[in-house]
Structures are given as C-alpha cells and as structure tokens.
C-alpha cells in the first residue's frame, strides 16, 4: 500500500496534460488524419521503467474530447509486430497493445477505468474500485476502436513494420459513477495513464507517467498522470 506522503509525492511529479475540444467530428478509421489530430500536442514521451534491454520504441499520443467521447489516438513505432489474443477480454498485454488507464475522480485515484486493445483489434475492458480486491471485467457499452491490422486472425513480425496505430473513442457514460461531471467542462481535471506493452520480440513495457514498481505493473493508480480539460479548440 503506499503511503499518504509518498502518494503526494508521486501525484506533484506526475507529468500534465491539456486535452483540447475537437472542433469537428473524429472518424474512428485507425488513421489519424484529421485536422484536429494533427494540431493536437502529444502528450510526451513514454518512459521505459523497467527496461533492461532491447529497443526503446517510442509511442505518440494525442487526447481530443467533445460531449459525446474521450478520444485516444496511439501512434507506436514499432519494427516487430506481433498479435494473436482474438477473445474479447482475452490476455492482450500478452501482445503488442496499448492501454488507456483513466481514474475520473482524483480524490479516489484507486476506482479506475482500463482499456487494453492489442494491434489486431481485441479489446480487454476492467473496471476496479478500491473496495474491491480485483477488476471487474465487461462489455463497455459505446466504446469504438479502429486499429491498423483491425479483425486481422494474427499479426506476425515482418521485414516491413515499422509502426502501428489504435484510434479509440470512449462514451463519458462510462465515467459517470466517478466523474464529478460527465462530460467534463472546462478546466476539469482527471487522473490517467497511457500505457504500452511489447510483443514476442523485443517485448518492452512503457508509460506516459513514469511507474514506481520493482517489476513491470501498470496497475498504479498512485503514479497517474494528470489531464485537465480545455474547452477551446486546439
């Protein structure tokens, strides 16, 4: 359990982010093109916390929002691309995957919401509270995701790859239990982590907020990042 003063700790050196109003409509088609994806700032650059060997593949993130969904889009460089996990709620960290890590509510850091989609499109979905001792897994209702090798039966490492893309629009009712408003106005601040894991070759596990853990485990809600919400247009 961490302590109240290293919690403090960890939540003053959490890195910041402002998630910008769209000003048009997101198609979720897994290619990032729109106008308002290329103003967006990225987040930053991840962190390997535990990376022992091997390349350092960077992920770009970029977050828009509008009244109907919280919008992620994950561009990851990657020359080893490799996804098999077909079941929905099956072990797709196991996978090249990426991961959308979100507490509404930063009083309560510990209920949080996980999405986890591998590069062939499936999807794990947790929800967990902190009177819970483990994640309730579910179907999240509204929830639209477009990968680059969408309904694919398997990915495999080719010569080729260099980089893979997830688009993924989250409905601000799946929030609405924690959130103080739903969806935010402006100015609203949230906790969250992006987060990535490797697949058969050159396996590597990287956060946008740095994770204090002795082995790898994106399961901190203590080491979140946080996001504040930005009504104007980016």
């Not at 290619?31 to 390997?48: S, V």
Request: aromatic content about 12%; some cysteine; proline content about 8%.
């Amino acid at each position: 359990m961490v302590t109240l003063l290293a919690w403090v700790a960890l939540a003053q050196a959490a890195p910041t982010y402002d998630v910008y109003r769209t000003p048009s409509r997101i198609a979720i088609d897994g290619k990032l093109d729109e106008r308002a994806w290329r103003r967006a700032a990225p987040a930053g650059d991840f962190h390997f916390n535990w990376r022992q060997s091997g390349d350092a593949e960077q992920t770009v993130v970029k977050l828009l929002w509008d009244d109907r969904y919280l919008y992620a889009g994950y561009f990851c460089h990657d020359k080893h691309i490799s996804a098999s996990v077909t079941q929905r709620n099956g072990p797709v960290s196991n996978d090249d995957c990426v991961e959308l890590f979100v507490s509404p509510n930063p009083g309560k850091p510990r209920n949080y919401y996980g999405f986890e989609i591998n590069a062939i499109g499936t999807m794990l979905h947790f929800s967990k509270k902190q009177e819970q001792a483990k994640l309730s897994f579910g179907e999240p209702a509204g929830v639209r995701h477009r990968t680059s090798f969408h309904g694919w039966p398997e990915k495999k490492d080719s010569p080729g790859d260099d980089h893979w893309i997830l688009e993924l629009a989250v409905p601000w009712k799946i929030f609405s239990e924690d959130a103080a408003h739903t969806p935010p106005r402006d100015g609203d601040r949230w906790r969250l982590n992006l987060n990535r894991a490797g697949g058969v070759t050159n396996p590597q596990y990287s956060t946008w907020s740095p994770v204090s853990a002795p082995k790898p485990n994106f399961h901190v809600p203590e080491s979140f990042g946080w996001v504040r919400f930005v009504k104007r247009k980016p």
